[in-house]
Structures are given as structure tokens and as C-alpha cells.
């Protein structure tokens, strides 16, 4: 059981790294997405991956695997015919929102669709108070009546959400048994478990999107469990949630809400070990998929988190990294719209049918051929010469456009490319510059299979003077599964006024997450050696409805504790908002335990540093359209896997590599650091 | 008007550093918006954030305001000439805070709403301000007669001098409040929100240099004038008018009102009629005309126009001073909102003459609103409880209206049902969308809202509004949309001009107008049609009687 194995399946391309616990060995495989089901492709990388280390599936210790199946379903809209069964006199709260208009001046603005449609919003007589009490009994009939006829109406999830739902949890409980009872095939969920905290539309916006994708990842992660079953895998596999950490499973198929950043999230966590490894920690990732784009920003080597974020135009009460996606990548198609400019996406060509120099069906142009033409990829064979392409075919399409445009065919290809990097830093400056952060003072880390082919020339427009490029970027996602701790989090919002009379209470909120957690770790395989737990508290001045979040130690919640507590309350309080209430009543509202498990982490030992000569690593030579040049310049072909520690080389230049190229424009140098990261920078 | 400094040296800044200055600013305001909600106690800020944050610079002119309320643009335009006439600018010191909020001598809209403001020094010189507005709802249970009635009147004054607290100050503006403790904590909130800004301008000015950074801040004054003047050109001249009528509880009749807007070459004109002003709270001042001006017009010429003062540059306005839009001392202005929903109204219908597709249909015109007053039983001490309630947004031209917002100068989130009920002796027994209340059309107009209370305790209750007796207009055929009404439960005594009490256990309905429609209601999509009738947003008959057999698809 020496292998663990980390599984990044995107839209256009599934990569599997595999580490060996024993040998510190590293190695990578990618094939294919299969997106009609993508647990197809991942089966058939993860036994080509075993197989091409020599080893087989009962041999693996550890699977885990990040997913951007929610996140597209959310994306697309194309989540499970869901119906919502909620308090009487309240079932437009999910369309009205916190009734803001989705922008302030944009009179054209559109608010995203309700996920459930008006009609299959139903309502039902039931009424519980703030304090607990019921006022109105649930009528358990109104709820079979609603499940009738929510499953006439031919839905597949049903959410349910009352007020106060999660004060007293009896009443969704019931009409959860109820609508089982009279839909048994739909997935249910409740309120009070997907997201047991107070104000309500959230609270059902999160109960909604998790029934919205229930269905779909439950579906996916049985056909994906059975798979690797069939395969010999003895473990039970893992899936990333939105904040890094990984879940089982079953949790995940419950929890979907909680996966939607699944995918992005590894690659977020992946960038920070590398970043830490070469000891870079004012990060901006870049990654650059088929389909599409994420980018977040890490300060200090952390990136924020965040318990509440819109994803897609919906509320999610989850703890999320702070990820911001767009719809556009290598397989982003390029076309001339109605004002006869040229745009780049959103719409993709995906997997399938796949950029025009695949040959398998699609004639219009995309990012990915228009570097083929411009020579930045290599023009005969993609993925280290395991696949073939046809530059013939991606000219031709780029042709068509250029006679639209009136433009020379390179000039077009390079006009794709300067849309598209055009529109990654827009993305960056939403994280960057909208936040008040200076994307100069931060080093672009390049990732994904499309990052560091585009990374030199979007640092150029963004004037960054530094670009990281990982030893292997195009299955960094799947490497960032092996370089964490696996990790999971719990909360439970109990309002207590911080008093001594509190002191049982607190115990008593503290273990029943610690029970959760203890759980957890069982599922997860993690021995008691390597538990580790945190706990913190989210406190306000009675009357506030925002929270600070303070640590608890260890151990039993003595009168110090609440003096220590108090006391890291008022020093937060006077560092956020520059005053303290003094004799001001403080309450503990959200209680939290992050749970981590310390797992054997793929390291990479540092090379020692050669001599800056880097011709041994150069394997040809190709001639690469550069607009710095106005045609076509020779430049000289690197192989990634020959490059070492403290080799340097002097753009303009191609990397090649099975899962990724890299372009160092003129004017830029590359350095090999220890870690066999390369280091791009302007000179 | 004695300048606060001299005017940012003229250094040329390239395009990139004043992006990143820019979009700095605008963090910077959104930081100070978010320090004030969470800081906060009272629900209109905590949950409803009716408050907003901006930067201006030493000459007065605003620098960015945070996205949060159009309206609020008005109090802070107006304080800080009021502030540098009474005050010396050589007197000033770090540490100064301004507090004030009157109509007339303190650059404020209405009194509710507090405007603290504090002078940004980097190296000893003064270089920018940091302004932040709350509507703190108090003042409540007042007369309308005139402004001595509506609340306590502040006008600039130090509430902090050098960076210490003049308590005389503040325990005079306490007194005069019925929930002190809220006030107190909102004004320590507001204090949090200017702390921020001050920090991070400061650093900004560390990063960059003070001169760049004044340099940065007037170079984005003057593109937002050439994007805006840029959009205007775009429209054809001419003079283009417009009229309605604004009809209110606090009043009997409904109120004429106009416009004539005058588009020549890159500006524009917009000149305004109305009755004299009333002796009741719905007169505008005129920075409150302004501010709507100001976002009616961005909002049609290029929505993406910087909010800084550059945008205005290209506009004039007048209006007659002592009538209704214009309003002068000693006017009540507390409920100008709902007036200044319909001056937007006004705008709209114009500039539908000149650009019919970038302006919506008649929206739900009014800024409803609940206030609730009552006695804490244990202490005599004194809720108050206010909300404002969304309601349909026009048609456009090639889409439907939005169901259920704020429209135009406000934009407050509403109070979660669990928050409200946790605070106050009220429960919330529906909130919902109002079937058929969207006006028919090609496009259909927005759907009001619906809120149904129950008074757990005895208390007052003021109702304020627009759009009771006249209906949201449509565009180019479209249908008017629903009107807004009060209504009562059992044993409610009657209510005069918007104002009663509710004992415990009684009921009090609230609907919020709907929206126009756009383009005739024969044109639209009968699997439109179909889909509405489905979610029960019109009823099969009246869909039939509005969109004839041919919509209905059969």
C-alpha cells in the first residue's frame, strides 16, 4: 500500500499524479476527459497511470481527487429538476433574495435564475419561533400533498427549508421522512444539515444549490466508486471540498455545496506548497485549463478563506478558498461577432470534439490552434508526441477567420492570443487590483496545461516582473493533492452570552464537534498519531451581526479560557474596527473545529546547482511566430526533463514537456531553481 | 470658498498606476462600507446597509463613492462646503471629525441620515477626506410640518477634536434620540469606516507618493468626464420633456411634476418644474436633486462611468427654489426618497424619446417604507424599527423587468425574517411577489412585494410610499404596472395619512407597486406567456384579456 495517488479530472483533460510513500517517487499521466462521464476517463488514467509505474490498484494507499463537476453543472445550469418545500407565506424568499438588484447603475443587469422554478416552490403551514417554540404545527398532510405533487412534476432533488429550521430541527426532520416516504428515488436534503446557520434566504439558497447538484455528483460518484472498485482500488477514494480539504465519498454525494471550488481549490493549495518550496510567498495562480480559467491570490502564502461567498450568482454558506473562475481557456473558440470585432469564448470546444487540429470534427478555431499555427505549441504532436495533430487543418479554420477580419492569418492567431490574454487580466485584476492589491508586487504562478504558454505574455500586461512555472503545471491540480494535509471542517452556531454560565454549554458544543470530527478522521484513515485539531470561535458584541474569529486552546474551557477569549476579542476587535466596547455584553455565536490529518506529502528534495549552461537540455530548434519580431524567429527547444538546478536560459525560447509548454518571450531570462521550478523574469 | 490646499501638483501619471489608483480608491470605499456594517448594531445597517462610504479630495469634489446608495451622494456632496465655510482650514488637525446632518446648513438630505466626515494629513498637509453617511433610524414618530419637527438638526461640527471625543457634543445629539444606544454604537461604527479609509490612504500615499496619488485621483475626475461627456455626444440634440404626478400618503392631492431636458453637443441640461414646496416631509433639497440627476443620467449614458464628481461636470440642472424639487428653509424633506424615485421617472421618460432601448419602463417609483415605534414594557426605554420594501423594475427593451428590488436611488438589502423577529415585537406572516402587479407588455414589467406583519406588542406604525393612486407607466405600448396599497387586519383603527398604532395580534399588509411593461403585450413570446401563467405571475383569464388568444399560443 505504498502509492498515493491524486486525480485532477477538468474539462478537457484528466491527470493523475502518483507518489510512492517508500521511494519519494514522483510520476504523472494524463489522457483525455471523458465529459458525458468523466469518471470513464479517470478509471482508465488511473490504470494507465498504475500501470506505467509499474505497480497495480490494490497497491494504492490514498486516492484523492478533485472535481469541477459540480462547479459546471452550477455553471451551465444543468443541475437536477429540483423542487423546495418551505414555511407558508414564504416561498419566493429563494427569488427575492436580500431584494438588491444585481447592479447598481447597469439597467440591463440580469440576477442569475432561481435554481427552482415558482411552480415547484411549494409551501406548507408550519411555523417555528426564534426561540424555539412552534406557533403552528407542521401539517404533515400539506408535506405528502407537496411530495405528490413534486414528484408528478417529475423532479429529481427536493430541498427542504423552513424558518428557523435550524433552531429546532424536528419539523424539517419530518417532512424530510415524509417527502422519502412519497419520492424515494429524488435526493433530499434539509436546512438544518447542509447549512445550520441563521438568516434564511442563504441558508436555503445553500439548501438549494446542494439539492441542485445532489443528484448529479451522487450519480458521478457512484459510477466513478464503482469504477475504481472494479479496478482493485482497496481504498476508499477522497474528494476535495471548496476549502482545500478533502471528505469521503458518501459525504461529498450529501454535500455537494461543499465541492462546487473542488477542482480549483487543489490547484490553490498545490501553488501554495510550491511557492513554499521556493520560497515565494506573494502569489498570484494562474490556471489555465481546456475550459477554463481559475486565479486567486495568495498574501503571506495564504490565501483568504471565506465561509460565505457568491459562487456562480448564488449564496453558498460554505468555507470556500477565494477563487475566481472564468469561462475561457486553450479550448476557448475564437469568431468574429455582429460589430465585426474579434472575441475569444466563452463558448469551448472542450475535449470533444476538441481544438480543430485534433481532427475529429470541429472547424472553428480555437486558443489551442491558434498557437499551433504560431508555432509557440508544437505543430506535428501535443502531450510529448502521444498525440498527433494537424496544423493544416487549425491554418485552414484560422484562414477563414483572418478573410473575415481582413488580416493576414498570423496576425489573426496572434490577434486570438492577445484577446485572450487580454480577458486573464481582467480576471487577475478582479482579485488583485479591485481588492487594493498591486499585481506588480506578486509573482504569477503558471499552471494548468494552457498557464505557461500564455503566463510571459499576461505578466507583460500586467507589468509583473515575475512568473513561476512548477515542474509540472499541467497536472499541478493533481499534485496538490499529495502536498497537503487532508483536512475537514466543522461548525455549529449555538448563541451563549460569554459568562461563566456558559463554561457547560461551550464543553458541550465542543464535543459534539469533536465527535464529528473524530468521525471524520475515521473515515478518512487517519491514525491517532497524526489528528490534529484546532478550534476557534466566532464572538460579537451582543447587537452586532458580524463576527470575529477568536482560537480556543486545548483542553477544558476553564474560567481563563473565557478571560483569554474575551481579552483575543478585544484585541481583534480594536485591530479591525479601532475601538473596544468597554462593558459591552460579548456572545460566542459559531463554534469551529478545523480537523486536520497529517499525511506522508510528496516532497521534492533540492537539487544542487549546476552551471548556468542549459545547451545539453536543448533538443531543436523551431521557428515561432513572435509579433516582437513580426514573423517567424528560430528559437531553441528545451526539454523540461533535461533541465537541472541552476540552469539558465535566455528568451526567446520554448520548454516542451509531456503535460505543458512554456514560451520565454525575448527580453526574459528563465532560471532553474533547486526544485526544478522555473523562475521567468524580465531583464 | 476658502480652498483647502493647493490643487494636486500637475504630474503625469501613466495609465497603469492610475488604474491601480483608481480601482485602489474604489477598494479602499468598499472596505470602509464593509467596517461600518459589521462594526454595527442597528439592523438598517448590520443587515440593510443603508450607508455609504466615499473619499473626496481637499476642493470638495468626490473622489469614489462605494457602491452601496445613489441617494446618499446628496449628503455628501453637500457637507464638506458646508464644513470649510464655518471652519478654518488652518485650524484643522488630524483627528478632526466632523459630524452633521442637516438639510439646510449641513449639507444633509434628510436628518436620519449622519454624515461623518474626517480630514485625511500625509506628512502634515491635508490631502484627502474620508466621508461616511448612515441612516440611523431614529427621529421616528415626528411631525412633517417642517424641518424643526423631524428631528434634531446638526449642523458641521466637531465631534472629535484632535482625535478626542467631545462628549458635550455627543451627549447633546443622544438626548435628542429616541434609541441612544444604537446611535452610540452606529457612530463608533462610523468611526471604524473613516479609521480605514485613513489607513489605507495613507499607505496608498506611502506606495505611490502623495503627488502621484493626488495626481492619479484628478486624472480619473477628468475621465470620467470625457467618458461621459463622449456618451452624450452620442445622443441627438434636442430638447425632450416629460411629465407625471407624485402622489404620497402624507398628502391628499398628487403633485404635478416635469422636465425638459436639453442634450446639446457633449452636454447636457435638465431643468425641473413643480408645485411650491409642501408642509409635508417629501421636498427635495438640492443636493438631493442632484444626486439623482446624477445617477439617472450614468445609469443611461454609460453605467460604467466612474462615480466620482468628474461626471457631473457635463450637467446642469435647475429647478425653481421653494418648489417641491427644490425645496428651501424651513421645508420637511424627511421622506424624499419616493420624491426622488419619481424625479428618475421623470429623467426616464424623456431620454425615452432619444434612446427608448437604454431606458427601462416606469418602475415601482416609490421607496415603501415601515416604520415601527414602540415601548420596551421593562424600562419604558423606546424600538424603533424601519424597513423599506422593493418592488417591480421596468421592462426593458429586449428583457423583463426584475421581480422584487430596490430600484433606482436606494438599493438596502431587506432584514433576514429571523433577524427581525429575534429584535422587535413584530412577526412576518408572508413576503412574497405580488401576482399580476408586473404591467403587460412584449417585455413584462417587474412584480411588487408583499410583506404581512403582526404586532406582538402594542406600537405606532408610520406607512410612506408612492404609486397609491398613479400607476408605474410602460414603454412603446406597454401595460402600467400594479399599484401599491395598504391594507389592515381586523379591528385596525383607520390610519391618517400613512400613520396609526397596531395593537398585539394585529395585522398590517404592505404591497409595493409593480412595473411598466415594454412594447405591446400582443408581441410577446406566447412560451413566455405560458411560463408565467405556469408560476401563477398572472392568472389564466387576465393573461388571456391582456395578451389576446395569439400569445396564449393556441
Not at chain 1, 491540480?477 to 483536512?487: H, N, P
Not at chain 2, 459630524?99 to 491635508?126: K, Q, R, S, W
Amino acid at each position: 500500500m505504498a502509492w498515493r495517488i491524486g486525480v485532477d479530472s477538468g474539462g478537457t483533460f484528466t491527470d493523475v499524479c502518483l507518489f510512492d510513500e517508500q521511494s519519494g517517487r514522483v510520476a504523472v499521466w494524463k489522457v483525455s476527459s471523458t465529459p458525458d462521464d468523466p469518471s470513464r476517463g479517470i478509471a482508465q488514467g488511473v490504470e494507465e497511470g498504475v500501470a506505467h509505474v509499474g505497480t497495480v490498484p490494490a497497491e494504492i494507499g490514498y486516492l484523492g481527487h478533485g472535481t469541477t463537476v459540480g462547479t459546471n453543472a452550477l455553471i451551465q445550469h444543468r443541475g437536477a429538476r429540483t423542487g423546495l418545500i418551505t414555511t407558508d407565506g414564504f416561498r419566493d424568499l429563494l427569488e427575492i433574495g436580500r431584494q438588491k438588484r444585481p447592479d447598481l447603475y447597469d439597467l440591463q443587469a440580469d440576477a442569475p435564475p432561481p435554481l427552482v422554478p415558482r411552480d415547484l416552490r411549494l409551501e406548507v403551514p408550519e411555523r417555528i419561533r426564534h426561540d424555539g417554540t412552534v406557533e403552528t404545527p407542521l401539517d404533515e398532510d400539506a408535506v405528502r400533498a407537496a411530495a405528490r405533487a413534486l414528484r408528478e412534476a417529475g423532479v429529481a432533488a427536493v430541498a427542504i427549508c423552513f424558518l428557523y429550521g435550524f433552531v429546532r430541527t424536528e419539523h424539517e426532520a419530518a417532512a424530510r421522512r415524509i417527502v422519502a416516504e412519497e419520492c424515494p428515488e429524488a435526493f433530499v436534503c434539509t436546512g438544518h444539515e447542509i447549512a445550520p446557520e441563521f438568516r434564511e434566504f442563504e441558508r436555503i439558497s445553500t439548501t438549494v444549490v446542494n439539492a441542485y447538484l445532489g443528484p448529479v455528483m451522487h450519480g458521478y460518484i457512484g459510477r466513478l466508486g464503482a469504477r475504481l472498485a472494479g479496478l482493485g482500488l482497496r481504498v476508499a477514494p477522497h474528494i476535495t471540498q471548496s476549502n482545500g480539504g478533502v471528505i469521503g465519498f458518501d459525504r461529498a454525494s450529501r454535500q455537494a455545496v461543499r465541492t462546487v471550488l473542488s477542482g480549483p481549490s487543489t490547484g490553490v493549495v498545490a501553488a501554495q506548497a510550491i511557492g513554499g518550496m521556493a520560497g515565494i510567498a506573494d502569489l498570484i495562480t494562474f490556471d489555465m485549463g481546456g475550459t477554463s480559467t481559475d486565479v486567486a491570490l495568495l498574501r503571506g502564502g495564504v490565501c483568504r478563506l471565506t465561509n460565505e461567498a457568491i459562487v456562480h450568482g448564488y449564496p453558498i454558506k460554505a468555507p470556500m478558498l477565494d477563487i475566481h473562475t472564468v469561462g475561457a481557456g486553450g479550448g476557448s473558440i475564437a469568431y468574429v461577432d455582429n460589430g465585426g470585432l474579434l472575441k475569444v469564448g466563452p463558448r469551448s470546444a472542450g475535449a470533444f470534439p476538441g481544438p480543430v487540429c485534433y481532427d475529429t470534427g470541429n472547424t472553428e478555431p480555437t486558443v489551442t490552434d491558434a498557437n499551433l499555427v504560431l508555432q509557440t505549441l508544437n505543430p506535428t504532436h501535443l502531450l510529448g508526441g502521444r498525440m498527433a495533430v494537424r496544423q493544416d487543418l487549425a491554418k485552414a479554420a484560422i484562414g477563414h477567420l483572418a478573410e473575415q477580419l481582413g488580416l493576414t492569418p498570423m496576425a489573426t492567431a496572434q490577434g486570438i492570443v492577445s484577446v485572450v490574454t487580454a480577458n486573464m487580466a481582467r480576471a487577475i485584476r478582479v482579485i488583485s487590483v479591485q481588492r487594493g492589491y498591486d499585481p506588480r508586487d506578486y509573482t504569477l504562478a503558471a499552471f494548468g496545461g494552457a498557464g505557461p504558454l500564455h503566463a510571459a505574455r499576461l505578466a507583460k500586461e500586467l507589468d509583473i516582473a515575475r512568473i513561476l512555472v512548477p515542474r509540472h503545471p499541467g497536472i499541478l491540480c493533481a499534485m496538490g493533492l499529495l502536498l497537503t494535509d487532508v483536512r475537514a471542517d466543522f461548525a455549529a452556531t449555538r448563541l451563549l452570552t460569554l459568562a461563566d454560565a456558559a463554561r457547560p454549554a461551550i464543553e458541550d458544543v465542543f464535543a459534539g464537534l469533536a465527535a464529528e470530527a473524530a468521525a471524520w478522521f475515521a473515515e478518512a484513515a487517519v491514525g491517532p498519531a497524526e489528528r490534529r485539531v484546532q478550534r476557534a470561535v466566532d464572538m460579537r458584541y451582543a447587537g452586532q451581526n458580524y463576527e470575529l474569529s477568536v482560537p480556543v486552546p486545548d483542553g477544558p474551557i476553564t474560567g481563563s479560557v473565557l478571560d483569554g477569549l474575551a481579552a483575543g476579542f478585544a484585541d481583534a476587535h480594536r485591530r479591525m474596527y479601532g475601538f473596544v466596547a468597554e462593558g459591552e455584553p460579548v456572545q460566542l455565536v459559531t463554534f469551529r473545529i478545523e480537523a486536520s490529518g497529517l499525511v506522508p506529502k510528496a516532497a521534492f528534495r533540492p537539487r544542487p546547482e549546476r552551471a548556468p549552461d542549459a545547451s545539453a537540455a536543448i533538443v531543436g530548434r523551431r521557428e515561432v511566430w513572435l509579433p516582437e519580431a513580426d514573423g517567424f524567429l528560430s528559437c531553441p527547444l528545451y526539454d523540461r526533463d533535461r533541465l537541472d538546478s541552476g540552469h539558465r536560459i535566455a528568451g526567446p525560447a520554448i520548454v516542451e514537456q509531456m503535460d505543458a509548454t512554456t514560451v520565454i518571450l525575448p527580453g526574459m531570462t528563465a532560471r532553474v531553481e533547486p526544485h526544478l521550478n522555473l523562475i521567468l523574469e524580465l531583464t | 470658498m476658502s480652498h483647502a490646499m493647493e490643487p494636486a501638483p500637475r504630474i503625469a501619471v501613466d495609465p497603469i498606476t492610475t488604474e491601480v489608483i483608481g480601482s485602489a480608491l474604489s477598494s479602499i470605499t468598499e472596505e470602509m462600507g464593509e467596517a461600518l456594517v459589521r462594526a454595527s448594531y442597528s439592523t438598517n445597517i448590520k443587515e440593510r446597509r443603508d450607508c455609504s462610504t466615499a473619499l473626496f479630495n481637499t476642493r470638495g469634489d468626490a473622489l469614489c463613492q462605494a457602491e452601496h446608495i445613489p441617494m446618499h451622494l446628496g449628503s455628501f456632496i453637500g457637507i464638506l462646503p458646508h464644513i470649510l465655510q464655518r471652519h478654518a482650514v488652518a485650524d484643522m488637525r488630524p483627528g478632526d471629525v466632523f459630524v452633521g446632518n442637516d438639510a439646510y446648513e449641513g449639507g444633509g438630505t434628510h436628518l436620519p441620515d449622519i454624515v461623518l466626515a474626517e480630514p485625511i494629513f500625509v506628512d502634515g498637509a491635508m490631502v484627502a477626506w474620508a466621508v461616511n453617511t448612515a441612516h440611523h433610524a431614529d427621529f421616528a414618530d415626528r411631525g412633517h410640518a417642517h424641518i424643526y419637527q423631524e428631528g434634531l438638526r446638526i449642523p458641521p461640527i466637531r465631534l472629535y477634536r484632535a482625535g478626542v471625543l467631545q462628549t458635550d457634543v455627543q451627549e447633546l445629539i443622544l438626548l435628542n434620540c429616541q434609541v441612544p444606544r444604537e446611535r452610540l454604537s452606529d457612530l463608533r461604527a462610523q468611526m471604524a469606516a473613516n479609521r480605514l479609509g485613513i489607513e489605507r490612504v495613507t499607505a496608498l500615499c506611502a506606495k505611490y507618493g502623495r503627488d502621484t496619488v493626488l495626481a492619479a485621483g484628478d486624472a480619473l475626475l477628468d475621465y470620467a468626464e470625457r467618458k461621459m461627456r463622449a456618451g452624450i455626444a452620442a445622443f441627438p440634440d434636442g430638447t425632450y420633456r416629460f411629465s407625471d404626478v407624485f402622489d404620497n400618503p402624507e398628502i391628499d392631492r398628487d403633485l404635478p411634476m416635469s422636465c425638459a431636458i436639453t442634450i446639446a453637443g457633449d452636454s447636457m441640461h435638465l431643468h425641473f418644474e413643480s408645485p411650491d414646496q409642501v408642509r409635508a416631509g417629501l421636498n427635495m433639497v438640492r443636493t438631493a436633486l442632484l444626486s439623482t440627476v446624477y445617477y439617472a443620467v450614468k445609469a443611461v449614458v454609460d453605467p460604467t462611468v466612474l462615480p466620482n464628481a468628474g461626471l457631473a461636470r457635463p450637467l446642469s440642472v435647475t429647478a425653481r427654489e421653494g418648489s417641491v424639487l427644490n425645496c428651501a428653509h424651513p421645508a420637511a424633506v424627511n421622506g424624499r426618497v419616493s420624491t426622488c424615485q419619481r424625479v428618475v421617472d421623470l429623467i426616464f421618460g424623456a431620454l425615452a424619446q432619444v434612446v427608448p432601448e437604454r431606458v427601462v419602463a416606469a418602475c415601482n417609483g416609490a421607496v415603501a417604507s415601515a416604520t415601527f415605534v414602540g415601548e420596551n414594557p421593562q424600562d419604558r426605554s423606546i424600538w424603533v424599527y424601519l424597513e423599506t420594501i422593493g418592488g417591480g423594475s421596468g421592462a426593458r427593451a429586449t428583457k423583463d423587468g426584475l421581480d422584487g428590488v430596490h430600484v433606482h436611488m436606494t438599493n438596502t438589502s431587506n432584514l433576514p425574517v429571523e433577524a427581525l423577529e429575534i429584535e422587535y415585537p413584530l412577526t412576518l406572516l408572508r413576503y412574497e411577489l405580488v401576482d399580476g402587479s408586473g404591467g403587460a407588455g412584449r417585455q413584462r414589467g417587474g412584480m411588487g412585494l408583499r410583506r404581512v406583519y403582526r404586532a406582538e406588542a402594542p406600537c405606532r406604525l408610520r406607512l410612506d410610499g408612492a404609486r397609491l393612486r398613479s400607476a408605474p407607466w410602460g414603454l412603446e405600448g406597454g401595460r402600467p404596472g400594479g399599484m401599491g396599497r395598504f391594507a389592515f387586519g381586523p379591528g385596525v383603527a383607520p390610519f391618517q395619512h400613512g400613520s396609526g398604532f397596531l395593537e398585539a395580534g394585529q395585522t398590517v399588509e404592505i404591497v409595493t407597486p409593480g412595473a411598466g411593461g415594454y412594447g405591446p403585450p400582443e408581441a410577446r413570446d406566447p412560451a413566455a406567456v405560458a411560463r408565467d401563467i405556469a408560476e401563477r405571475r398572472i392568472d389564466a383569464e387576465t393573461a388571456r384579456g391582456l395578451y389576446g388568444a395569439a400569445a396564449m399560443g393556441r
